[in-house]
């Protein structure tokens, strides 16, 4: 019997997901506050903690008691204070109407409505949208978005994959809340790699330094010295894009 093995690697991102509905938070008491959080049971070999959005979420694999769980909270209490504090500060949601700014590929443009075109473009610093269709637009502009950043996306792997002599991936874009980027592979395959299409968001260089990490992967599973010397071979300048990442995941708006 031929043996598969598989591996998928992530790259973190500063967001986080939506509040959870009222009955799906749990209570624990800590040394400081009583401390309302959300659980999800997950596939993963450990406890972990996401904290954005006055939301506190603990994954845990399911061999994991509940206990278990509540006292790496509680060891972990002021950090969840000092996230919770950063989150009550993060930028509020996107209001989609005309005058609004939108970030796109790191510039900041202003929604504009046009009254006779029914194509959404950007021209001059404005993102153009159709005003016929004014109750749609956070739906289409996100649609724009997504297609844009396949496009983009799709041509960096191609260009990465050709320096790093690998076979090019299958891409796919993500909607993760916590992931900039993932890859699996199998041993024979040319891989999977899937990018946060947010990404269309962010400077170009940006979405660079989160392919070349991600197909690095393919090369090498872990994250150990061999693995940065790739990267660092594919885009030099990776340890300022990674600030530069972790800057803007904080400071995007919810769509």
């Known amino acids: 019997m031929n043996h598969i093995t598989l591996t998928q690697h992530d790259l973190p991102i500063d967001a986080a997901p939506s509040p959870a509905a009222p009955g799906t938070l749990r209570r624990v008491v800590l040394a400081q506050r009583v401390l309302h959080y959300r659980l999800v049971w997950a596939r993963r070999r450990s406890i972990g903690i996401v904290v954005r959005r006055g939301l506190v979420e603990a994954r845990a694999p399911r061999r994991v008691g509940r206990a278990q769980v509540e006292s790496f909270i509680r060891s972990k209490e002021q950090w969840i204070a000092a996230r919770l504090a950063e989150s009550a500060r993060e930028p509020p949601a996107i209001r989609w109407v005309e005058g609004e700014w939108l970030a796109v590929l790191g510039e900041q443009v202003r929604l ?47 260009h990465y994959a050709a320096v790093l002599e690998v076979r090019e991936p299958s891409l796919g874009l993500s909607d993760a809340q916590t992931q900039w980027g993932s890859c699996r592979k199998a041993r024979d395959d040319a891989g999977r790699v899937l990018i946060n299409w947010r990404l269309v968001q962010l400077p170009r260089h940006l979405t660079d330094y989160v392919v070349a990490h991600e197909l690095a992967h393919l090369r090498v599973a872990n994250h150990s010295a061999r693995f940065w010397a790739i990267v660092a071979q594919l885009f030099p300048d990776y340890l300022s894009a990674r600030r530069d990442l972790a800057r803007w995941g904080g400071a995007l708006p919810r769509l």
Not at 123 to 152: C, D, K, N, Q, Y
């Open 112 to 158: 504009t409505a046009s009254p006779g075109s029914t194509a959404v473009h950007l021209a001059g610093g404005r993102l153009v949208l159709p005003r016929s269709a004014f109750a749609r637009w956070r739906s289409i502009a996100i649609e724009w978005l997504r297609a844009t950043a396949l496009e983009m996306f799709r041509e960096r792997i191609r």
